[in-house]
């Protein structure tokens, strides 16, 4: 291939978007599965996912801690609600109807390959969503996005071979009462909010989309194209 004609810039990675709408928990972590392994059979630079979904009620904890024992299970435990372990970081978290789940599929050698960079744009992105809708959020040393000491967005991840998956999940009009039985993420002695709770009004998980995704494609310099499932090439595990 040639060199670069000075001055010119490189072309924008392109992401493909799926919009899945409700689909179970399981079902999104073996699509995630199938899409990594597409970045390990073919050139990396055709293989970027970025899947948004909402999830039926679903509680995880990270897969590399010991697994909880069965009273803290039972404790959380709702009807209609499942429990599981998931390969993303993080303790115990709720995924549920209402909030926006974006599992971004990247290799990050056609960004950075660094994960510190990879979960900072990610925090970058969602606080870019938070001040478009008006509401002032920031970081803090625990991992997610949060108004005050309340958090509004979780943020767990799962890097292997410069692939990520999992990914955030934006409280946007959730049910709140759900973490009233659990500790989100691990953490003592903070609370859970949504952008609806804080802007006091119905916000849609709809009307979050193209606000994230206009936040992210400016966030990871990206060219963004929405696809259905049926589009995309997936290789059989």
Known sequence: MPPRPPGVMPPRPLVQVLRLGLLPFREAEALQQQLVLRHHQRVREQSHALLLVQHPPHLHHGAALP???PPCWRACVRPGLRCSAAAG????TFHGPGQLVCYPILHLGSFKKSVRWYVCELE???LSVCRRFGIEAS???HTGV???DNKICAIGIHVGRYVTSHGLALNCSTELAWFRHIVPCGIEGK????LSAELQRH????????????AFRDRFSVS???VSLSDVSLTSL
Do not use: F, K, M, N
Not at 89 to 92: E, F, Q, T
């Open 203 to 214: 916000v849609s998980v709809e009307e979050a989309v193209p606000v994230l995704l206009e």
């Open 224 to 226: 963004l194209s929405e």
């Open 89 to 92: 970081g993080g303790l115990i």
């Open 67 to 69: 697994p909880l024992p």
């Open 146 to 148: 949060w108004v005050g």
């Open 191 to 194: 609370g859970v909010t949504s």
């Open 124 to 126: 970058q992105t969602v």
């Open 139 to 141: 970081t803090s040393p």
